[in-house]
């Protein structure tokens, strides 16, 4: 019995987690997405946007170090989790019948292994400047690192331009799923909540790749650039 509840509430404990590292990462997609609009205000905006969060080197470390712990546990747990669930099945199932399961809510494993993908291949990019080290490094007038214009070459690059546009496709299946599970997670299964948050998921979804992908586009079709 003691090990039954034990059962119960790890598993609940870990949805709990699992539903609040997952709304502190999309607060930081929304932000992130936020910030970079500033594309669209030109490049001394942008720049002058990036160079202020590295003038605060101990602010930033501490948020970066946090992502990277929030991620680390969102990640870990989800896999445990979903390593239990399928242990705990008596016998596999012959026939899955997806009546009711969204696309976003059946590919949540391989829509979070793509994001994490992206996100690493996005960190190379645009933070160390692995794939394009020359326009990385280039500076603006004011002696600023020129993130305008390294955002504006990139995005005139048609494969960059697909990858990106296949990352917040994934980013919008897995975000739309994840935000309604976490928030009715939390909603502790009030009906009116439930109905809610449903709707939330998607919607808050759709904001994040809609603002992200106008960047793109409006790069790659030359209504933004240097
Ligand atoms: C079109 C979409 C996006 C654009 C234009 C963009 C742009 C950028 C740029 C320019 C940087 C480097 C900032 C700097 O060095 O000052 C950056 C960093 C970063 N981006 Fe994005 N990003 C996009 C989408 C995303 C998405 C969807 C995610 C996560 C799901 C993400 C996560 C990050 C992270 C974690 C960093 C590192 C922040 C840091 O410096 O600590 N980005 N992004």
């Given at each position: 019995?003691?090990?039954?509840?034990?059962?119960?509430?790890?598993?609940?404990?870990?949805?709990?987690?699992?539903?609040?590292?997952?709304?502190?990462?999309?607060?930081?997609?929304?932000?992130?997405?936020?910030?970079?609009?500033?594309?669209?205000?030109?490049?001394?905006?942008?720049?002058?946007?990036?160079?202020?969060?590295?003038?605060?080197?101990?602010?930033?470390?501490?948020?970066?170090?946090?992502?990277?712990?929030?991620?680390?546990?969102?990640?870990?747990?989800?896999?445990?989790?979903?390593?239990?669930?399928?242990?705990?099945?008596?016998v596999r199932y012959v026939a899955r019948h997806y009546r009711h399961a969204s696309v976003a809510s059946r590919t949540m494993a391989l829509t979070g292994s793509l994001l994490l993908l992206f996100i690493v291949f996005h960190l190379l990019h645009l933070t160390a400047g692995v794939v394009d080290p020359?326009?990385?490094?280039?500076?603006?007038?004011?002696?600023?690192?020129?993130?305008?214009?390294?955002?504006?070459?990139?995005?005139?690059?048609?494969?960059?331009?697909?990858?990106?546009l296949i990352g917040q496709a994934v980013l919008g299946l897995h975000l739309s799923h994840a935000l309604s599970s976490s928030l009715q997670a939390l909603g502790m299964g009030h009906p009116m909540l439930d109905r809610l948050f449903r709707g939330a998921g998607p919607l808050i979804a759709i904001l994040g790749v809609v603002g992200n992908t106008a960047i793109v586009l409006a790069i790659a079709f030359g209504l933004v650039h240097t």
């Open positions: 019995m003691i090990r039954f509840f034990g059962h119960i509430l790890t598993s609940l404990g870990s949805k709990v987690l699992i539903a609040l590292s997952g709304l502190a990462l999309a607060g930081f997609v929304v932000f992130h997405m936020l910030g970079n609009l500033q594309v669209f205000q030109g490049q001394e905006a942008l720049n002058s946007y990036a160079a202020l969060l590295r003038e605060m080197p101990m602010a930033l470390w501490s948020v970066r170090l946090t992502l990277l712990a929030i991620v680390a546990l969102h990640i870990g747990l989800s896999v445990r989790l979903a390593v239990h669930n399928q242990r705990a099945r008596p020359a326009a990385h490094n280039r500076l603006d007038v004011r002696g600023h690192r020129d993130v305008f214009g390294n955002i504006v070459h990139a995005f005139q690059n048609p494969v960059l331009v697909l990858i990106y």
